[in-house]
């Protein structure tokens, strides 16, 4: 089987995975509370509120879909999971040639979505999310392994990804708390998780999670996503 055909099989089998994860609700007999700090400043509802609501915007979704620790300063243990960080927000102003180049790629033009990831978007995000450095974003998009997306166009230095399902989840977070060094930790059940291995990628349900936020000048960065023992 060549490549375009493995590609393609893939999407299909990932779309029919996502399709069964979405819309899944938060598991609500998780005991999150047992994970909290004492020495910790709880959040309010109010702040936990609008943490939920800002993971809902889709440039913020995808945050949650992995697991990772310490982005920033291991920016590589990101490279399987570009496309799921990304699988929602990437460029969509194709051209007519673009469109015509993934076409004779492989790529099934019948459904909706059809997304540019550009090097230089990627790489933004990166920054932008997780306060990983333009040194670090070039040097694991240099050749990464797996790819982005199963298309690359040498003429556009962009990846694309193409399907007709979505992959946003509803997160909703019940336990926070501020930390000593000023970083935020919520708490919540994510509802399918997606995480890479060597024998292939698991699907995790209602898997307990710790999210860690920290203080990046004006903004807030992700630094861990991290699965807490059951």
Not at 8 to 25: H, K, N, R, T, W
Not at 175 to 182: F, N, P
Not at 188 to 203: H, I, K, S
Request: net charge negative.
């Amino acid at each position: 089987m060549n490549n375009k055909k493995l590609t393609a099989l893939f999407s299909l089998l990932l779309c029919a995975l996502i399709a069964v994860g979405c819309g899944a609700e938060n598991d609500s007999s998780v005991d999150l509370s047992a994970y909290l700090d004492p020495s910790a400043a709880p959040l309010t509802e109010e702040q936990l509120s609008e943490c939920t609501q800002y993971f809902a915007l889709v440039e913020n979704n995808g945050l949650l879909r992995v697991p990772y620790t310490d982005a920033a300063t291991a920016p590589e243990q990101l490279v399987p999971y570009l496309e799921i960080l990304l699988y929602d927000v990437g460029e969509t102003d194709l051209s007519e040639r673009e469109l015509s180049l993934i076409e004779n790629a492989g790529a099934y033009m019948d459904l909706v979505g059809k997304f540019r990831l550009s090097r230089t978007l990627i790489a933004q995000f990166l920054g932008d999310h997780f306060g990983i450095s333009a040194q670090d974003a070039a040097r694991i998009l240099e050749n990464p392994d797996p790819a982005p997306a199963g298309i690359y166009l040498d003429e556009y230095d962009a990846w694309y990804i193409v399907h007709g399902d979505t992959w946003f989840e509803e997160y909703i977070f019940t336990h926070g708390e501020i930390r000593a060094d000023g970083t935020v930790r919520l708490l919540y059940v994510n509802p399918f998780l997606t995480v890479a291995g060597e024998g292939g990628a698991q699907f995790l349900r209602d898997q307990a999670m710790a999210l860690t936020l920290a203080r990046s000048g004006d903004k807030w960065i992700v630094v861990s996503n991290e699965v807490l023992a059951k």
